[in-house]
C-alpha cells in the first residue's frame, strides 16, 4: 500500500506542479510518507523510511539536496493546500506567530490557516527575520493578499487575530478591503464613541465577568464595533472587529483552531521543533511539506469518522483524538508491510480520486471564467 499510495500521490504532484521534475515530485511524496513514519522532522529519522531500496546514508544525502538546490512553487502547494477544503461556503482565515530556539538560532514563524468549523489546515506562512519580534503590517498585508488570491476574497468569512496583530495600517487595510476581521486589543488601546469621549477600558468600571458592548466606536483610527469583558487580575478580553457585537465572544473562540494546528505540527504531530535547519528558506520548506502531510491527515481522519466509524468521545464530551491524529494513525497503518484493511485503503483511494476532480474542476471553472 506503501507504494501505491506514494504513486498516487506523485500523480496528484504531476498536475499541482508544486516542484517541476518527476524524479523531485516522487521525492515529495516518500517525504510526506517518511514524515508520517517516522512523526520527526529530523533529516536522520525520515531518511530511516524515505527509500526502502536505498541506504539510509543515501537517503539522508537526497533530503539535504533537496532542501539545499530545490525551489518549491508556494502558490501551487496554496492550490493543492485549498482543494482539500469544502468546495462551498465561506471559509475562516486565522493568523498567529509561534517561535523557538535552536542554539543560537531563533526561529520566527507568521502562520495564516484555513477552514471551516473544526477542519483548519495551513494556508500561508513566512519566517520572519526580526529575534522574536512581532510581525509587521507589510508582513500581515502580504499574506493576506496570498490567501485571498488563494481561496477568493468571496469565501472569506472572517479574519482572527490575537492581540500582537493590531495596528492602525493593518486594521485599515482590512476595512477597505471590505474583509471581515475580528481581533484581541491590548487594554491600552483607548477607543473613542460616537460623540467624541475617549476612554481606556479600565475605565469602564467593570467588575470580572462583566460585559461592555459598543455598537460604532473608532479604535487606532478605524471604525467598528468593541466587545469587552473584564477579566480576573486586572485584564481583558477587549474584541475589536466588523463584525456583529453580539457574537464577538462567541466567533472569537474559534481562533482557537490555529492553537491546535500548532500543537499537530508540533509536540502532538511531526515534532516541528526539533529541526536542526538555521536556514530560513529551508526551513520554510520543511514547513510546506510539514503542513501539506498535515493536511492530508485532516482529511483522512475527517473522511474516515464521517464514512466509517466516528472518533469516539469521552465522557466529558470531547472527542477521544483529533481528527489529524485520527487521520494520522490510518495512513501509518496503510504503510505498514502488512496487509492493509480494505475499508481503509478504499478510503484513501476515495479521497485521492475526489483530489483529481476537485483539481479538474477548479481548472475547467478558470478556464469557463
Given at each position: 500500500m506503501k507504494t501505491s499510495f506514494s504513486a498516487k500521490l506523485t500523480a496528484l504532484l504531476r498536475q499541482v506542479p508544486v516542484v517541476r521534475h518527476l524524479a523531485r515530485q516522487k521525492f515529495v511524496s516518500q517525504f510526506v510518507l517518511a514524515l508520517l513514519q517516522s512523526r520527526s522532522v529530523q533529516f536522520g529519522e525520515v531518511a530511516q523510511h524515505l527509500n526502502d531500496a536505498a541506504k539510509v546514508a543515501?537517503?539522508?544525502?537526497r533530503i539535504q539536496d533537496f532542501f539545499r538546490e530545490v525551489a518549491l512553487d508556494y502558490?501551487?502547494?496554496?492550490h493543492l493546500l485549498v482543494l482539500l477544503l469544502p468546495a462551498t461556503g465561506k471559509l475562516r482565515l486565522c493568523l498567529d506567530r509561534t517561535e523557538w530556539d535552536f542554539g543560537?538560532?531563533?526561529?520566527n514563524i507568521l502562520l495564516v490557516t484555513v477552514g471551516q468549523g473544526d477542519f483548519h489546515v495551513p494556508l500561508y506562512w513566512e519566517l520572519l527575520d526580526?529575534?522574536?519580534?512581532?510581525?509587521?503590517?507589510a508582513d500581515r498585508i502580504t499574506a493576506l493578499q496570498a490567501c485571498v488570491q488563494a481561496v477568493g476574497k468571496h469565501r472569506i468569512g472572517l479574519v482572527l487575530g490575537d492581540r500582537e496583530f493590531v495596528g492602525h495600517a493593518w486594521l485599515k487595510w482590512l476595512k477597505?478591503?471590505?474583509?471581515c476581521f475580528l481581533v484581541r486589543l491590548p487594554k491600552h488601546h483607548q477607543l473613542t464613541r460616537v460623540d467624541g469621549r475617549r476612554r481606556a477600558v479600565a475605565e469602564l468600571g467593570l467588575a470580572p465577568g462583566q460585559v461592555r458592548r459598543f455598537g460604532q466606536c473608532l479604535v487606532d483610527g478605524v471604525w467598528g464595533q468593541a466587545w469587552v469583558q473584564a477579566l480576573a487580575g486586572g485584564d481583558f478580553l477587549y474584541l475589536f472587529g466588523t463584525v456583529d457585537v453580539a457574537y464577538m465572544g462567541q466567533l472569537y473562540r474559534k481562533r482557537w483552531t490555529i492553537e491546535q494546528v500548532f500543537q499537530n505540527l508540533k509536540g502532538r504531530g511531526f515534532a516541528l521543533e526539533a529541526s536542526h535547519l538555521r536556514c530560513r528558506h529551508k526551513l520554510r520548506k520543511l514547513v510546506a511539506l510539514v503542513s501539506l502531510t498535515y493536511a492530508l491527515c485532516q482529511s483522512v481522519g475527517t473522511v474516515a469518522s464521517k464514512k466509517i466509524k466516528p472518533v469516539a468521545r469521552k465522557n466529558h464530551g470531547y472527542r477521544a483524538t483529533s481528527f489529524s491524529r485520527h487521520g494520522l494513525n490510518?495512513?501509518?497503518q496503510l504503510c505498514r508491510p502488512a496487509q492493509s484493511p480494505e475499508p481503509l485503503t478504499r478510503l484513501v483511494d476515495a479521497l485521492i480520486r475526489w483530489l483529481h476532480w476537485q483539481l479538474i474542476r477548479s481548472q475547467m471553472t478558470k478556464i469557463v471564467g
Open positions: 543515501s537517503n539522508e544525502t502558490q501551487q502547494l496554496a543560537r538560532c531563533q526561529v526580526n529575534r522574536s519580534g512581532n510581525s509587521a503590517a477597505d478591503n471590505g474583509i490510518i495512513l501509518r
